[in-house]
Structures are given as structure tokens and as C-alpha cells.
């Protein structure tokens, strides 16, 4: 019996942690401690640096990408913005600018941070995913949003995404999904980025540590509950 109870508590302490990593990696903590912000429209970025403005909220009066040739005349040094039809994630991301390349080992040493990566176990957002985004016109292009804005596109939700730019595909994230690229005819000629590198730079230590919390918090509140149903039905005493 003894044993029983032992396995058992142990699952419910790894679902926990299972449910706190679920939560945490949903949580849209960057929106959160963001809080409301001004629309970007086209004559502010007249007046600023392109960077100033990407992943930031779209003005209406920001150049929509609604095809592919729209998306071929595209400028480096435009701000544009895109109202996608469907997110397809390819589950190969490039670490975030903001994420240290290097990280220390428990013995005082470093170990280097892959520059590409799969996403599916990326429980702190260290690298940005890769996302086939439908345009208007039914064409396909590579882009990287945040996972928030990649859900409710997936959910069905018309959106807008925020302020961004026509950049480089990484060479070997795009070796990794080129046979799903090729299954799409997706336009690989550039990337759109919307992901604001400035704010998290400056933030990533309070999102890291917003994450952290919501794991260990929901794990502890959890797994204590759990625990305590496990020991109520086999009358475990104290």
C-alpha cells in the first residue's frame, strides 16, 4: 500500500509540474506587464529608427502585406503589418537576440546556447519559432510572431498583427524546415519579424522570472492538492 501511495504522489507532483510549465508557456506575461499600448502609425515612423517601432501596435494607416507581390515589394526598411488567414507552426526557432549565447554550468564553466533549436520543450521563450503565415491572397510566407499572436491566429481569430519587417531567413532554421516550406510554395525570400527585441531586452529578466513563478506556483498549489486527495483516499495519516 505504502508503495502504491508513493508512486502516486510522485505522478502528481510531475503533473503538476507538467500543468505549471503548460501555464507558464501560455501565460502571455510579455502582454501583461506590457499593458496598453499607442498604436504605431505611418507618420511616427517617418520621425524614428525602424526598430523603434517593431512589435509595437498597428496603426490602420500601416502598409498591410496582403500578397505575395505585395510581400516581394516589400523594403528591409518598411514598417508593415499583416492580417494572416492561418499560422502553421514548423517547430524550429532561432534564439531570441535578447537570450545570452552562452549559459554557466553548475561547475563554474559556460555551455553554448544552440542558435537554432526545437520549440516544443522551450518552456521560457528562448528562441523565436519559425511560422508559415497564410496571406490574404492564399499565398504563404516565413514569419516570426510571438506564440501568443500564433494561437489566436490558429484559434480562427482575425487579428492584426503588430508593427513589423522584412528580415533574413535564418540558413540553418531554414535547412531544418525547407521540405515543409516546399509543401506550401512558401516564399523563403525574407522573413516577417514582429517581435519586439527592444522591450524584451530590457524585460527578459522579469518575464523569465514572471514564468519561473507561474511554474513553481500552480506546481506547489497543485501538487499539494493532489497529494492530499491521494492520501485522503488511501487514509494516510498526517
Known amino acids: 500500500m505504502k508503495l502504491i501511495v508513493k508512486i502516486l504522489e510522485g505522478a502528481a507532483v510531475i503533473v503538476s509540474l507538467i500543468v505549471g510549465a503548460f501555464l507558464a508557456n501560455t501565460i502571455d506575461v510579455e502582454s501583461i506587464l506590457r499593458g496598453k499600448e499607442e498604436p504605431v ?6 520621425d524614428g529608427l525602424q526598430d523603434d ?13 496582403a500578397s505575395a507581390e505585395d510581400w516581394d515589394d516589400t523594403w528591409a526598411v518598411s514598417c508593415v503589418t499583416i492580417e494572416p488567414l492561418d499560422a502553421i507552426s ?5 534564439r531570441h537576440p535578447w537570450i545570452d549565447a552562452y549559459t554557466r554550468t553548475r561547475r ?7 542558435d537554432v ?13 519559425y511560422y508559415i503565415l497564410q496571406l490574404p491572397d492564399q499565398s504563404y510566407i516565413l514569419a516570426q510572431i510571438s506564440k ?13 498583427l503588430p508593427v513589423g519587417k522584412k528580415g533574413g531567413v535564418h540558413g540553418q532554421a531554414l535547412a531544418n524546415i525547407q521540405d515543409l516550406c516546399d509543401e506550401y510554395d512558401v516564399n523563403t525570400e525574407g522573413v516577417f519579424y514582429s517581435i519586439n527585441d527592444n522591450w524584451n531586452q530590457s524585460h527578459s529578466f522579469m518575464v523569465q522570472l514572471s514564468r519561473l513563478g507561474i511554474l513553481l506556483g500552480t506546481a506547489l498549489v497543485l501538487g499539494t492538492i493532489l497529494i492530499m486527495i491521494v492520501d485522503k483516499i488511501f487514509k494516510v495519516k498526517d
Open 41 to 46: 502609425t505611418a507618420a511616427m515612423t517617418e
Open 53 to 65: 517601432f517593431i512589435g509595437l501596435p498597428a496603426g490602420d494607416d500601416i502598409p498591410r502585406v
Open 90 to 94: 514548423t517547430g524550429i526557432g532561432v
Open 108 to 114: 563554474g564553466g559556460s555551455r553554448h546556447r544552440p
Open 117 to 129: 533549436s526545437r520549440t516544443q520543450l522551450d518552456i521560457l521563450d528562448e528562441y523565436g519559432e
Open 148 to 160: 501568443q499572436d500564433a494561437r489566436k491566429i490558429k484559434a480562427g481569430k482575425e487579428i492584426v
